[in-house]
C-alpha cells in the first residue's frame, strides 16, 4: 500500500510502499479515503513528543475516515462496508493514517461517520472537534458567560467557537478582519484583531471587568499571563499547548487547565450526532493527494489556518 513515512525521527516525509496491515483480534482493518493534518503530526515525527518507542518506518497522522475492509476476530460492532472515522495512529506498529488502510480496535477511538459528510471533512473532525470538545467541557462553559478563543480561526477554534455558543455563552474570537464574517458565521459575538497586538488589551478596555474564561490554542508560556490577566477573579483559563503554571494561577485566584484531548468512540459518537443534526460544521481549508502530501507537509504548518488542511487517498 502507498503511505506517507519517516525512516526515523527528524527524516523527510516520503511516499513509499509498504505491506497492507493485517487486522488482529477485536481490530478493524479500514481502506481509508482521507487524513487531515494536525500539528502533532509533525511533533511526532521531529520526535518532540516524549515516550514514544515507534517501529520505523513509521506512517505519518492520525485522524482519517474510511470504508472498514476487513475484520478480525471478535469484532461484532463494525461489518465490512461499514463508513468510520477517527484516529489510526499505532506508532509501536510503525501505523498512522496518512495511508491507504489502518487499523483501529473496534472499541478504540473510532466511531460510525457523521451521515451528512464527505470521508475528507469527516477526517478533519476527531482530534480538532475533540479538543474544542474537552475545552467546553473543562472550563464548565454555562449560558450567559463570556470566553475569549485564542486562535480561533484554526479547525480547533472553530469548533470552539461553535461549541461555546451552543451554550449560549458569548464568544470573543480573535480573528483578522478578513475572517471576521467567518467566525461571525460561527457563533462569535465578536472579534479582536489579533493583527494589532495586545489581545489582552483590547479585551480589557471593551470588557474591563474582565470575562469568565479563555481558551487558548496558540500562546506559549511566558506570554500566557499576559491572556489570564483578561479573567475576572475565579474565571478559568485552558491551553491546549500545556503553558500554564496551574499553581501560580491558583495564587491569583484563578484556574488554570492545561487540557489533554482524549478521543473516545462516545466523544465521536456525540460529535457525529452534532453535525447530523446541523449543529457543528466542518471548513476543510485544503485538499492534498496523498502523492503531493511529502511536500505539502513542509509548507501547511506555517502561517494562519482558515480551516483544515486534508489528504486525499
Not at 126 to 148: K, R
Amino acid at each position: 500500500m502507498r503511505a506517507i513515512a519517516i525512516s526515523a525521527f527528524g527524516a523527510r516525509p516520503e511516499l513509499v510502499e509498504l505491506p497492507e496491515p493485517v487486522p488482529g483480534p477485536g481490530e478493524l482493518l479500514v481502506r481509508l479515503r482521507a487524513a487531515a493534518y494536525n500539528p502533532v503530526d509533525t511533533k511526532i515525527a521531529s520526535g518532540a513528543m516524549t515516550g514514544l518507542s515507534p517501529r520505523f518506518p513509521l506512517i505519518m497522522g492520525q485522524d482519517a475516515a474510511g470504508v472498514v475492509e476487513a475484520v478480525g476476530a471478535e469484532v461484532t460492532a463494525y461489518g465490512p462496508g461499514d463508513e468510520v472515522y477517527g484516529r489510526f495512529s499505532d506508532p509501536a506498529r510503525g501505523l498512522g493514517g496518512y495511508a491507504e488502510y489502518g487499523v483501529v480496535a473496534q472499541d478504540g477511538p473510532v466511531a460510525r461517520m457523521p451521515k451528512g459528510l464527505l470521508p475528507e471533512q469527516a477526517a478533519a473532525v476527531p482530534t480538532a472537534s475533540a479538543t474544542a470538545y474537552a475545552l467546553v467541557e473543562t472550563a464548565e462553559l454555562a449560558e450567559g458567560q463570556t470566553v475569549l478563543i485564542v486562535g480561533a480561526t484554526g479547525g480547533v477554534g472553530q469548533a470552539a467557537a461553535q461549541l461555546a455558543a451552543l451554550r449560549r455563552a458569548y464568544v470573543i474570537a480573535t480573528a483578522a478582519p478578513d475572517a471576521e464574517d467567518l467566525m461571525s458565521d460561527l457563533g462569535a459575538n465578536e472579534t479582536v484583531d489579533h493583527t494589532k497586538g495586545d489581545v489582552p488589551g483590547q479585551v480589557l478596555a471593551a470588557w474591563p471587568d474582565g470575562i469568565d474564561a479563555v481558551f487558548d490554542l496558540a500562546t506559549p508560556a511566558g506570554a500566557v499571563d499576559a491572556m489570564a490577566g483578561v479573567l475576572r477573579p475565579g474565571g478559568v483559563i485552558c491551553s491546549v499547548v500545556h503553558a500554564l503554571d496551574p499553581d501560580a494561577l491558583a495564587a491569583r485566584g484563578l484556574r488554570g487547565v492545561n487540557v489533554i484531548n482524549r478521543v473516545t468512540p462516545e466523544v465521536l459518537t456525540g460529535l457525529a450526532e452534532l453535525i447530523d443534526g446541523g449543529e457543528l460544521r466542518v471548513r476543510v481549508e485544503s485538499l492534498v493527494p496523498l502523492e503531493r502530501a511529502p511536500a505539502a507537509l513542509r509548507d501547511i504548518a506555517a502561517g494562519h489556518a482558515r480551516g483544515k488542511t486534508v489528504i486525499t487517498i
